[in-house]
């Protein structure tokens, strides 16, 4: 059990570390799919296609770990 909270604690970190670099090189959140509305002086951001990607990408990697 320790192991995987420390497995997912290192993950987070290095993901937090690594996706502010990434972000302008990747169109995450700005793919095909996403919703980006201005309703009444509002943004609303509904990243579908980026949630997909993402969840698609995770689960073949921990399907292989």
């Known amino acids: 059990m ?4 420390v497995a997912i604690f290192i993950m987070v970190f290095v993901i937090g570390a690594v996706l502010p670099r990434l ?3 990747l169109p995450l959140g700005r793919l095909p799919g996403d919703v980006h509305l201005r309703w009444r002086g509002r943004e609303y951001h509904f990243p579908f296609a980026t949630t997909v990607l993402l969840s698609l990408l995770l689960g073949l990697l921990l399907r292989f770990l």
């Open 2 to 5: 320790f192991k995987w909270l």
């Open 23 to 25: 972000s302008a090189r």
